[in-house]
């Protein structure tokens, strides 16, 4: 029984180190990549080095198409994908 209950702890524990196997770091070409298939423009996806486990998501209004399109491929990539919202000021003219 002994045994048994150390092999199960040895495994469970083998499994949790599993999770906490940082995200792979993407390359610009790659996410650029990504973007465009999903509709948005170069440089509009990024992946910091000191958060590699979030995508983000840089535009203005993006579709919801766009959006689970972004989604769906963080996801399937280890990532959790993050929307930011830009809002650029109007300038006036000259």
């Known amino acids: 029984m002994r045994r ?3 092999l199960f702890f040895g495994s469970l524990g083998l499994a949790l180190s599993g999770c906490a196997t940082p995200a792979r770091m993407h390359d ?3 996410l ?3 973007a465009l298939g999903c509709g948005l423009a170069m440089g509009e996806l990024i992946q910091d080095d000191s958060e590699k486990k979030l ?3 840089m535009r203005s209004d993006p579709s919801p198409a766009q ?3 972004v989604a769906r491929w963080a996801r399937k990539n280890g990532l959790k994908p993050v929307f930011v919202t830009i809002n650029f ?3 006036p003219a000259t």
Do not use: D, I, K
């Open 89 to 91: 000021p109007e300038t």
């Open 32 to 34: 650029n990549q990504v």
């Open 4 to 6: 048994s209950g150390s």
């Open 67 to 69: 959006r689970t399109c």
């Open 28 to 30: 610009e070409g790659q």
């Open 55 to 57: 995508l983000l998501s």
